[in-house]
């Protein structure tokens, strides 16, 4: 901007909460139950609660339980409980069923669209007195003397030439004594405070998976109310972590999912098209046939683990939920994780206003030490980082030693590594040639993107920045061959230019579904993904 920008109006509240997801509210409602006095606000930067939440999802309901005893599950819009569990492997053309893993074994749990979920919880979350501000995107930590005293709003109305323009607004500062950052996975502020306060000195890299999910409307005759199905193996190569979901619930609806391990080495893979060539398996299409694609979405997911966990308390705040990594990769659910860590953040928080001193919240991540959680995320440690450390059958002899001989007590912690770190050269690399979409079982990205709700102001800053411009053709065009145009899961990014001319990355960043995978593959970790302005994105609906 030209000119100085005006100084920003201030709010204060007792406790901040960044991010409207089960983790957050969950924070701010047990604050409410315990001190109902405490002014608590939650920002999010979707248009409303929900609008960017996406997983499959099977909620394990012990710490909404926890969080309101007398609640009943099934009567959150959509939540359906689990009846029946199926684990497959599949090879090209053939399925054989395993003997379901304990920690996927889903009875008591509900089958639920997650958006549901916390739509119901900022509900609740309101009738306690917490204030919730959709479409208010966090955009800069408060730190002051040390210690985080808040967040600050994005300006609205800023153009692409970095220009105020006639809708102009200047953001909001929202302090406060305590800030609880619920960001989710890859968080824009969280990966700036790890740096600020060195929360990652001593632990592993975090890892990452990439989950692409559709909903669909099916026929009743496939449709199996409370069946959750789950699948390993093609198309993915041995060397390749990965694998399916598909829940039934709801009434004819099925949410069908399939996650990429983000340390995959092939740069001509795409997570996206691998999602589109499970969909033809004979033992997958058949559930399709004259079935209706209702919802598309993508969402980075955390795999890391307990040796990725990072330091969770600062002087000011807190990380929780997937900001921090809770989520429990073998049993592919991390609502609970999330929801206890910010019960439990809350439960410090109040007993630091009790004794009324403000400290560094130090209590937190004893209190989560002392919680179900920490054992929960221990016990299966080694089963992620086993398959990238021995392979696939490798890695399921693993996962076996660790569950059923050493109960997940061995004396040994397997590492992991960062991911952006995992690609080969393209020269060293077989391309994937992946068939063309047919428009019934199997699609395109864009068209996928137009179902995702997905919205952007076109006259803003890019919120996807190239570090170094130069190195996107010096380093990912000419030794990786551009990996961002395949695991970009809503085609934003793209090489233009002909034979005559230099070719150049062009950055759709209008289609970003906020998946912020670009932020943790690339090989360089070149792009920055910052937030856009408040309400940008996707706007997921009820269902996904």
């Not at 930067?45 to 599950?73: F, M, W, Y």
């Not at 829940?247 to 001509?268: K, T």
């Not at 919680?371 to 080694?382: D, K």
């Not at 979409?437 to 990205?445: A, I, N, Q, S, V």
Request: charged share 20%.
């Amino acid at each position: 901007m030209s000119d100085e920008a005006p100084p920003r109006e201030a709010m204060e509240f007792d406790v901040v909460v960044v991010g409207a997801g089960p983790g957050g509210l969950s924070a701010a409602i047990r604050l409410k139950q315990l001190h109902s006095e405490l002014s608590v606000c939650v920002v999010e930067k979707g248009s409303e609660v929900g609008a960017h939440i996406l997983s499959g999802a099977v909620l394990e309901p012990r710490a909404l339980r926890e969080l309101i005893p007398d609640i009943d599950p099934g009567l959150i819009p959509l939540a359906t409980p689990v009846t029946a569990d199926e684990f497959l492997m599949l090879s090209p053309n053939g399925a054989r069923k395993l003997p379901t893993p304990p920690q996927m074994h889903n009875d008591g749990n509900y089958i639920v669209s997650l958006g549901n979920v916390v739509r119901w919880l900022g509900q609740q979350a309101e009738e306690l007195g917490v204030e919730i501000y959709p479409g208010f995107a966090a955009a800069e930590t408060l730190i002051e003397n040390g210690r985080v005293v808040g967040i600050a709003t994005g300006d609205m109305g800023i153009g692409k030439d970095g220009e105020p323009t006639d809708n102009y607004a200047r953001g909001m500062e929202l302090r406060a004594t305590y800030t609880i950052f619920a960001e989710g996975c890859r968080g824009s502020l969280t990966k700036k405070l790890e740096n600020a306060f060195d929360l990652r000195k001593g632990v592993d890299p975090q890892t990452y998976g990439i989950g692409i999910k559709e909903l669909w409307e099916v026929k009743p005759e496939v449709f199996h109310k409370g069946l959750t199905q789950h699948t390993i193996g093609w198309p993915l190569s041995k060397d390749t972590y990965g694998g399916s979901f598909l829940y039934h619930f709801g009434e004819n609806l099925i949410s069908v999912g399939f996650v990429v391990g983000l340390d995959y080495s092939n740069p001509y893979l795409s997570p996206f098209q691998e999602m589109q060539r499970f969909k033809t398996h004979p033992a997958i299409a058949p559930v399709f046939d004259g079935a209706k694609r209702i919802g598309y979405g993508a969402r980075a997911i955390n795999e890391g683990g307990f040796q990725s966990l990072p330091k969770l308390a600062f002087p000011g705040g807190v990380l929780i939920g997937c900001a921090a990594g809770t989520l429990n990769v073998p049993k592919i659910k991390g609502t609970h994780t999330a929801m206890k860590s910010g019960m439990v953040a809350a439960e410090a928080i109040a007993e630091a206003f009790a004794a009324d001193k403000p400290d560094t919240l130090s209590a937190y991540p004893q209190k989560l030490q002392e919680s179900w959680v920490w054992p929960e995320l221990y016990a299966v440690r080694n089963i992620r980082p086993g398959f990238a450390k021995f392979g696939f059958y490798g890695g399921l002899v693993n996962a076996a030693l660790e569950t059923y001989v050493f109960k997940g007590k061995a004396p040994w912690t397997l590492k992991n590594h960062a991911d952006n770190t995992a690609l080969k050269k393209a020269k060293d690399c077989t391309p994937i040639e992946y068939p063309k979409p047919d428009g019934k079982l199997t699609f395109d990205r864009l068209s996928s993107v137009f179902l995702s709700n997905t919205n952007h102001e076109e006259d803003q800053p890019a919120h996807l920045q190239l570090l170094d411009p130069a190195l996107a053709i010096s380093v990912n065009y000419n030794d990786y061959a551009s990996p961002e145009t395949r695991y970009c899961p809503a085609g934003v990014y793209e090489i233009v230019g002909s034979e005559k001319n230099e070719p150049s990355l062009q950055i759709n960043a209008q289609n970003c579904v906020h998946c912020k995978t670009c932020d943790i593959k690339d090989p360089t970790l070149n792009i920055n993904w910052v937030v856009p302005e408040g309400a940008g994105g996707p706007n997921y609906q009820g269902g996904m």
